[in-house]
């Protein structure tokens, strides 16, 4: 990708407003319109939001982007809006057994309620942060519950596929076990043993680097540094390592490019959280220093954010859904140019690319000036472009708020519209709301605001 080293977050302030203003309309929009009957919003057809059976993981976000929203417009009744949905609908996902997806759900929507309360935005008593307090660390608690041990002596939080199942994705919920254990909260087993919560948030996150992130530090074809793959499947006799796969990719070996970007956000947002910790919680929780797990944490989000700038991104920073797609080389040059997501052969993903802009500014920020400029700049690049048409969905008749975006283009679940061959022109809701997360964060940088995280400070 072609990085603007010169663009600002106040340059781009302008356009975040935009964005947050047409999020605001599609929002409330959206909320007056949806049939809760049916299950969550998961993505557009034909520009109207329609369900798809999987699992339910983005009902935290519907009701995120609300809140999202009014934080960056200081509309309490949208916030409240959001929070109103929360409290009524989301309890059934805090205790959900089934899925990963904790974090996606719970702290989108009681996650960013805690931090407008912390952050005195959000009027109420004790009580009220009690009450998400309680459901992070419920929700931590369930999560870490799907616990599978490797034989390496790591250990992974099993994805819905079952305990074989190591997921790219959970590296993005796992964040929920860290603000759970911030809350001083643990899992409690059988005969009353107390399970550190941080302790297998680093487990998981080591595992996911030691099984499906690469760092081109062997001989293996598939090597690339930074590359991701989907899924690693275990022996669950023994925990043993058997294979990777995918769901939503091309191969597994090839970068699903969202599954990429859960690693970059995931990977660079515990950096920022483990700067909060104290050197002798990391003792406790895997007997391992702090430095030591930094280091492997850091590795991981640099290998993945220069694979994302340098191997996958087109070059206004936009990727297509799979850097293996098969009819990818049907378009030439492509890296050598801007995204096209009306082409003929393959889709593009822009909710990929709007998780990993914010990937790259948070590691940005994490090493700081000089040697984060890189990042911070190509996330600054990526953002502009998303900002913007043909990205932003400025028609009030499409729900959605970011379009092309694609879900599961290997099932064709994604619609095609007529006359075309690829999916192109949808929204997605996990989508629209890390495009809302990635402007709240270049917003609250331009009015050196209250950085928004996801750990008690």
């Not at 293996?324 to 049907?330: R, T, V």
Request: hydrophobic fraction near 40%; charged fraction near 20%.
């Amino acid at each position: 990708m072609k990085i603007d080293a010169n663009l600002s977050v106040e340059a781009l302030q302008p356009a975040v407003q935009r964005v947050f203003e047409v999020a605001a309309d599609k929002a409330e929009r959206l909320d007056a319109s949806w049939d809760d009957s049916r299950g969550a919003p998961v993505f557009t057809v034909a520009g109207q939001y329609s369900t798809r059976g999987w699992t339910e993981w983005t009902q935290g976000f519907q009701f995120g982007c609300q809140i999202l929203a009014g934080d960056a417009l200081d509309e309490m009744r949208l916030i409240e809006m959001g929070r109103t949905r929360t409290v009524e609908r989301m309890l059934p996902h805090v205790t959900h057994i089934g899925v990963h997806d904790h974090g996606f759900n719970n702290l989108s929507t009681y996650g960013n309620l805690l931090r407008l309360f912390d952050e005195g935005r959000l009027e109420g008593d004790v009580w009220q942060r009690r009450t998400y307090a309680n459901a992070i660390a419920t929700s931590g608690a369930v999560q870490a519950a799907r616990w599978a041990d490797t034989s390496c002596g790591l250990g992974y939080v099993y994805s819905f596929n079952g305990p074989h199942s190591l997921f790219i994705d959970t590296m993005r919920t796992l964040r929920i076990l860290g603000v759970a254990h911030q809350l001083g909260h643990s899992l409690m087993t059988e005969n009353d043993v107390e399970v550190n919560l941080l302790g297998r948030s680093i487990q998981h996150g080591l595992a996911t680097s030691k099984y499906i992130v690469f760092h081109g530090d062997t001989s293996h074809t598939y090597d690339v540094r930074g590359r991701t793959a989907h899924e690693g499947t275990f022996n669950r006799n023994d925990g043993n390592f058997r294979a990777r796969a995918t769901q939503q990719g091309y191969s597994p070996f090839s970068t699903w490019t969202r599954g990429l970007a859960w690693a970059m956000l995931g990977y660079a947002e515990e950096l920022e959280f483990f700067q909060s910790l104290e050197s002798n919680e990391f003792n406790e929780a895997v007997g391992m220093s702090k430095q030591d797990v930094v280091d492997q944490y850091l590795r991981c989000a640099i290998d993945t954010c220069e694979h994302y700038i340098e191997d996958v991104s087109a070059a206004d920073g936009i990727t297509y859904w799979d850097d293996g797609a098969p009819q990818l080389q049907q378009l030439g040059n492509w890296s050598a140019r801007p995204a096209d997501p009306y082409n003929a052969f393959e889709p593009v993903d822009a909710s990929a690319s709007a998780i990993a802009a914010q990937g790259l500014l948070r590691l940005g920020r994490y090493l700081g000036a000089g040697d984060g400029d890189r990042y911070s700049q190509a996330g600054l690049s990526v953002a502009r472009t998303l900002f913007a048409e043909p990205y932003l969905a400025v028609d009030s008749a499409h729900q959605g708020l970011l379009l092309h975006s694609v879900y599961h283009w290997p099932n064709r679940w994604d619609h095609v519209p007529s006359g075309t061959q690829v999916a192109q022109g949808e929204s997605s809701m996990w989508g629209d709301y890390h495009l809302l997360e990635l402007a709240l964060l270049i917003r609250r940088l331009g009015q050196s605001a209250p950085y928004p995280a996801f750990f008690l400070r």
